[in-house]
């Protein structure tokens, strides 16, 4: 199921981001946020740990409606953040799939195992831009958002 994403009051979708290091990220856009990744550990939910995990991406929300997508390269961080406005939501993996076992973070209820989580993909304002669509990830029920803290 493919929806349009809540739109912003300014009608811009505020994509950003860039090249960093896990140290400034982690304190930066990633001090509030509840962070989702896979690992050889399983699936984790929960703040981002204090080094890069064993992962390629990465992704996170903040409780005021951030997304942050992160590409990790040891210690560097090609970072995106959306602030909302000019996406599309789609419902990628509805909880009844099962296709989520091995798990590790916080409980059901804050996002973690059995939550409904959505893609939702931004396309950049300018036709030119140097780069494609970003895909961002976050619970589907805006009630879990911002709440899967330790």
Same mark, same amino acid.
């Given at each position: 199921?493919?929806?349009?994403?809540?739109?912003?009051?300014s009608g811009a *979708?505020?994509?950003?981001?860039?090249? *960093?290091?896990?140290?400034?990220? !982690?304190?930066?856009? !990633?001090?509030?946020?509840?962070?989702?990744?896979?690992?050889? @550990?399983?699936?984790?939910?929960?703040?981002?740990?204090?080094?890069?995990?064993?992962?390629? !991406?990465?992704?996170?929300?903040?409780?005021?409606?951030?997304?942050?997508?992160?590409?990790?390269? &040891?210690?560097?961080?090609?970072?995106?953040?959306? @602030? &909302?406005?000019?996406?599309?939501?789609?419902?990628?993996?509805?909880?009844?799939?099962?296709?989520?076992?091995? $798990?590790?973070?916080?409980?059901?209820?804050?996002?973690? !195992?059995?939550?409904? $989580?959505?893609?939702?993909?931004?396309?950049?304002?300018?036709? @030119?831009?140097?780069?494609?669509?970003?895909?961002?990830?976050?619970?589907? @029920?805006?009630?879990?958002?911002?709440?899967?803290?330790?």
């Amino acid at each position: 199921m493919t929806q349009p994403a809540p739109a912003n009051t300014s009608g811009a *979708s505020r994509l950003s981001g860039g090249r *960093s290091t896990w140290a400034v990220v !982690l304190a930066g856009e !990633l001090a509030d946020a509840t962070c989702l990744w896979q690992d050889l @550990d399983g699936l984790h939910v929960g703040p981002a740990p204090a080094a890069p995990p064993p992962t390629t !991406l990465l992704w996170g929300w903040t409780a005021t409606g951030a997304l942050l997508r992160l590409r990790l390269d &040891g210690e560097t961080v090609f970072l995106a953040r959306w @602030d &909302g406005g000019g996406g599309t939501t789609t419902l990628a993996w509805p909880p009844t799939e099962g296709r989520v076992l091995a $798990y590790r973070g916080v409980e059901r209820t804050a996002g973690g !195992l059995g939550t409904a $989580y959505v893609e939702v993909t931004v396309h950049p304002d300018d036709p @030119d831009a140097a780069h494609g669509p970003v895909t961002f990830i976050r619970p589907a @029920d805006p009630r879990a958002i911002g709440t899967a803290r330790a």
